[in-house]
């Protein structure tokens, strides 16, 4: 079965530094999400991107964050100065269109971030 | 935001019996409702969804059932195995978006 990866499973990043994490989505998806889950909360929604642009994004999504498509395989999101309450498990998902919204997201395992 | 609520944090039943586990909204604009399961160091993987003009979808064990006027659905897992023992996470889309909104989760424990 298809799976979407993400790369590195765990990071530890000094405050104040740049992080950059990796997804590659399934292949024949069209859509890209970043949400992420902050230990004992909910799964939040960050960001959507479609056809080379962010398409949707959360309060959370400022200045601080941005996402990339950089090759036609990768989906990258940055923080750009990180800090300690970035500390979270960051899950990528992909899925085919929008109109394929009742057969649900395909997620990745998610990186755990902390931040030191 | 509290816009998708599961307010029981855990439940805990007995394998071959039903697992009923409950979702509460507050926005009529949601257009679909998704029920994911999450094991530990895994990402959510889908279940089953219903659309908004239903009030049941039915797939094996899982059926998810709506209640547009009380603003509620519910998973039922019959019969309930050890191996659906998971965290489960209720979410909608809003409208013609892409994002999901989450509840904060059940953790679902089935004895043997």
């Known amino acids: 079965e298809p799976e979407v990866t993400q790369t590195p499973s765990h990071q530890v990043t000094q405050m104040g530094q740049e992080v950059i994490l990796r997804c590659v989505p399934i292949s024949n998806h069209l859509y890209f999400y970043w949400y992420r889950q902050i230990l004992g909360q909910k799964v939040e929604f960050l960001v959507s991107?479609?056809?080379?642009?962010?398409?949707?994004k959360s309060e959370i999504f400022d200045d601080q964050f941005s996402v990339e498509r950089p090759d036609g395989s990768n989906f990258t999101l940055k923080i750009r100065s990180t800090k300690l309450e970035d500390s979270a498990m960051y899950f990528c998902?992909?899925?085919?269109?929008?109109?394929?919204?009742?057969?649900?997201?395909?997620f990745g395992s998610g990186t755990r971030l902390t931040v030191v | 935001d509290q816009q998708v609520k599961q307010n029981s944090p855990s439940l805990s039943v007995q394998e071959g019996r039903i697992s009923i586990l409950n979702c509460d909204y507050t926005?009529?604009?949601?257009?679909?409702f998704l029920w994911y399961k999450k094991y530990p160091a895994e990402g959510p993987t889908f279940l089953i969804s219903i659309s908004s003009i239903k009030d049941k979808n039915e797939d094996g064990r899982f059926t998810v059932f709506l209640n547009k006027s009380a603003k509620h659905l519910s998973l039922h897992i019959v019969p309930s195995q050890p191996g659906d023992s998971a965290v489960y996470f209720c979410a909608a889309i809003p409208g013609n978006t892409g994002k999901l909104i989450f509840g904060q989760g059940t953790t679902l424990q089935v004895k043997p």
């Open positions: 998902a992909s899925s085919e269109a929008l109109g394929r919204r009742a057969y649900g997201y395909t």
């Open positions: 926005n009529s604009m949601f257009d679909y």
């Open positions: 991107f479609y056809n080379n642009e962010i398409s949707e």
